[in-house]
């Protein structure tokens, strides 16, 4: 098993550009997470999904956009980039049911910066 | 809402020192209660968990109780090893929170030989 892939590991973007980070998992969970990590901080949560077709906002999902098609795909895009973006982006799932413990499997992390 | 709290950082020991990491929590619910690991360049790994009150989470010589009476899930290592150099994250996951987990800001361990 690869677990959660993520791609770009580096991108470097100009003010304004749009792109896609991908995320895929090969573990069939129905969750999936989309977090930032910001240098020194902790994690904040942008986007969630439940399974396929399903998303919902976390703390700070402003300026991005989430799909979930498939159960094994979530990816996170970014439209008109700013510099508050440059921060590095983590993907994650995890297997849900009633009582579950819901241990997540993180991605190695896309780093991203704007200029 | 739920909350995690950390320990501030950065931690600095030296090799073969005791650690500790403190961790308290607030939830609402019947929280399942995590420590992931990050290091240099890479993503979150689980270190250790522990889903009910007085479980004990161990791996890698790394342990937490869960102590449901001081909300706290603190971190310890008997003797730590310049591998050890890494972020420590304190989590909680509750059922009655739609899926959403709850971190700490992360704890920064520099381990020297």
């Known amino acids: 098993n690869a677990g959660v892939t993520q791609t770009p590991k580096f991108r470097i973007l100009k003010i304004g550009q749009s792109m896609t980070l991908q995320c895929t998992q090969d573990?069939?969970?129905?969750?999936m997470y989309w977090y930032r990590q910001d240098p020194g901080m902790g994690l904040k949560l942008i986007y969630y999904?439940?399974?396929?077709?399903?998303?919902d906002k976390g703390e700070v999902p402003n300026g991005y956009n989430v799909s979930r098609s498939t159960t094994e795909d979530f990816p996170l895009r970014l439209e008109l980039a700013a510099p508050s973006q440059t921060s590095v982006y983590f993907c994650?799932?995890?297997?849900?049911?009633?009582?579950?413990?819901?241990?997540?499997?993180f991605g190695p992390g896309t780093r991203l910066l704007v200029l | 809402g739920n909350s995690v709290t950390q320990m501030e950082g950065p931690v600095t020991l030296s090799e073969e020192a005791f650690l500790t990491i403190n961790c308290t929590y607030t939830?609402?619910?019947?929280?399942?209660l995590f420590w992931y690991v990050q290091y240099p360049g890479e993503g979150l790994q689980l270190l250790l968990k522990?889903?009910?009150?007085?479980d004990k989470g161990s791996n890698k010589g790394f342990e937490a109780t869960y102590r449901k009476e001081t909300t706290s899930f603190h971190l310890e290592k008997g003797s730590v090893q310049v591998s050890d150099s890494a972020v420590y994250f304190c989590?909680?996951?509750?059922?009655?929170?739609?899926?959403?987990?709850?971190f700490g800001d992360g704890t920064t361990l520099t381990v020297k030989p």
């Open positions: 573990m069939n969970h129905n969750y």
């Open positions: 999904s439940v399974g396929a077709g399903i998303t």
């Open positions: 994650a799932s995890s297997y849900r049911t009633s009582g579950s413990d819901e241990t997540q499997y």
């Open positions: 939830a609402t619910g019947y929280p399942s």
């Open positions: 522990a889903t009910k009150a007085d």
């Open positions: 989590a909680l996951s509750d059922t009655t929170n739609a899926g959403k987990s709850t």
